[in-house]
């Protein structure tokens, strides 16, 4: 009898934690669901007094509340990109070094290591860092080429957040490389091509998938990137004329304005800033994911 | 020369300059490492890790507000999100065809890229605009939503290499399916949701765009988790920011110490899963 009592007390705590299970995941789901029906609302006000011509307006006016995020979304794809352009060379040549060159061994980790861990640094420790020592030299180089020398800026901004994206691009690209199955590589040497040949011929293509999401994924990053840029960009609102003057990025005016914001309005235009960003960057990451797991699902 | 000689060459030299772009790549993480060493450690003394900060132009003080503030905004995101993640992990990796399942996952996917920014301003709809202040709780909760997709990928993933056999003996045995999975599946793939955990922990403790508009920051030591509360990237901001020098020195110091502290954590998560 008693042990008939307690099997059935293991029963239902095997129900309890069964139901347990779906409730966490069930909550997650309404996590999800709810992040955007806040954002979207909070986002109402200024959603209906604006329409998408947010998106093309250039003003951004608290005082008589006219809002618009086109300098901002010029300057959150031009710093992305040009962080981008930057860091693919790079990040192409860690994927070959450390996909082939040096795929095992005490200078393959340690170039792993050193590679990979300014990803860890914390963005606000970077944006000091190049306040105090990139701005100060790009100021130098202005100065030699005649700009205006305000040393913070697009293109400030831009190198910081090339070194931060480099080692997601490079970390996936070498990954790729090392997927490369030997037969391949072993029967191109056969036909008697050299090891650059091989790489060009068959690594680089066998792994372009890969590759190509890891700079997805790395400008979802890119764009939605924060403090080391807000530090370095120099908030300027209007239209940056080239990628050495001061500007702007969506996360930037956020997190610059988001405390200050006075007036439904104003608030609520942050609030269309951030709604934006989450949909451009989930999208963008969902890309990258997909383009990533197309290339698991092939092995 | 022959032509074949010509293409060794080419790929020798192609080889020697790709290591030294490579090479060239690791410049801005030994400069950034050098420069906050340099200006850094000097500051670092007992006073700076045990006193609270003096107003401005006073010598002396510390940072001890924020080393407290981080810690408790840590542990509350932790406490938010380890349990909750560790069982939606299960879930997943358990039922991983079901139809709740895929739609978490892609969830769990989502939130992961999400930039944190975004993730403060939805602390602050939830948590900031209810209660009506800035406050702890909300910095924990934006931290906690960060934390949470990597506790769940890293829960999921471990399971999910358990070999079945384990799982078979255990419930062949008689032992009933929670216990099988708390008892036996858990204590198997520990050190991966530890990983998950300690990589969190080292992502969390330097965000800085989240806590901006929940935690907000706070001159004054403070233990109440529904007042504004300082944390180190906070502090670091403010600091880097201004127009003092002595606060800049500060917040070297403060720079050093989370630097030195969050890159220990990816160290030692990084020793972990590779003798795994």
Same mark, same amino acid.
Not at chain 1, 147 to 153: A, F, K, R, S
Not at chain 1, 233 to 243: F, K, T, V
Not at chain 2, 212 to 218: Q, R, S, V
């Given at each position: 009898m008693a042990n008939q009592s307690t099997k059935k007390l293991e029963l239902s705590k095997d129900s309890l934690f069964n139901l347990l299970l779906v409730v966490s995941a069930v909550l997650l789901v309404m996590l999800g669901v709810g992040f955007f029906l806040s954002l979207f609302q909070a986002s109402l006000i200024s959603l209906k007094e604006f329409g998408l011509s947010f998106f093309v307006k250039a003003e951004w006016d608290p005082v008589q509340e006219r809002f618009g995020a086109l300098p901002f979304i010029y300057g959150t794809l031009l710093t992305s990109f040009i962080a981008l352009a930057i860091s693919l060379p790079f990040s192409i040549a860690i994927s070959i070094v450390l996909g082939e060159y040096f795929q095992k061994g005490f200078f393959a980790e340690v170039l792993r290591y050193l590679t990979e861990l300014i990803a860890g640094v914390p963005s606000v420790v970077l944006g000091f860092w190049g306040l105090f020592f990139l701005v100060p030299i790009i100021r130098e180089l202005e100065m030699k080429f005649d700009?205006?020398? =305000? /040393?913070? /800026?697009i293109f400030t901004a831009s190198l910081i957040l090339a070194f931060m994206i480099l080692p997601y691009s490079a970390s996936i690209g070498k990954d790729a490389m090392r997927l490369v199955p030997n037969e391949l590589k072993e029967a191109a040497y056969a036909l008697g091509t050299t090891r650059w040949e091989m790489i060009k011929k068959i690594m680089l293509p066998y792994a372009r998938s890969g590759i190509i999401a890891g700079i997805i994924l790395s400008l979802g990053r890119a764009l939605g990137e924060t403090m080391a840029v807000t530090m370095v960009? /120099?908030? =300027?609102? /209007?239209?940056?004329?080239?990628?050495f003057s001061p500007g702007n990025t969506i996360a930037s005016v956020i997190a610059n304005e988001f405390t200050e914001a006075t007036g439904e309005v104003y608030l609520s235009s942050l609030m269309y800033l951030g709604l934006t960003l989450f949909i451009v960057t989930t999208v963008v990451n969902i890309i990258g994911r997909f383009v990533l797991k197309k290339l698991q699902s092939q092995r | 020369m022959t032509k074949y000689e010509l293409r060794i060459i080419k790929s020798k030299v192609i080889s020697v300059i790709l290591t030294f772009i490579t090479i060239v790549s690791t410049f801005p993480f030994l400069l950034v490492l050098y420069f906050i060493m340099k200006n850094g450690i000097s500051v670092i003394n007992w006073e700076f890790l045990t006193s609270l900060p003096k107003p401005v132009g006073e010598p002396g003080g510390g940072i001890l507000n924020a080393i407290i503030g981080t810690a408790i905004l840590v542990t509350i995101a932790l406490i938010l999100s380890v349990p909750f993640g560790i069982l939606a992990g299960i879930y997943l990796a358990e039922r991983s065809e079901t139809k709740i399942a895929f739609i978490s996952r892609l969830v769990s996917e989502i939130l992961q890229g999400v930039p944190s920014i975004v993730i403060g301003i939805i602390a602050y709809l939830w948590v900031v605009k209810p209660i009506g202040y800035f406050s702890a709780l909300s910095g924990g909760v934006a931290l906690g939503i960060i934390m949470l997709p990597l506790v769940i990928k890293s829960t999921e993933e471990i399971l999910k290499l358990i070999p079945h056999e384990l799982k078979e003996a255990s419930l062949a045995l008689g032992v009933p399916y929670y216990k099988t999975i708390l008892k036996v599946m858990i204590p198997a793939g520990l050190s991966g949701i530890l990983t998950g955990v300690l990589t969190g922990i080292a992502r969390i403790a330097g965000e800085t765009a989240p806590l901006?508009?929940?935690?907000?920051?706070?001159p004054f030591l403070s233990f109440n988790i529904l007042k504004p509360i300082s944390a180190l990237p906070l502090l670091i901001f403010t600091y880097a920011i201004s127009p003092y020098e002595n606060w800049w020195a500060k917040a070297w110091g403060a720079s050093c110490i989370l630097v030195f502290f969050v890159l220990s954590l990816n160290i030692i998560t990084r020793l972990i899963s590779t003798r795994r």
């Open positions: 700009l205006p020398p =305000y /040393g913070v /800026g960009i /120099g908030n =300027y609102h /209007g239209i940056p004329e080239n990628i | 901006l508009f929940t935690a907000f920051g706070n």
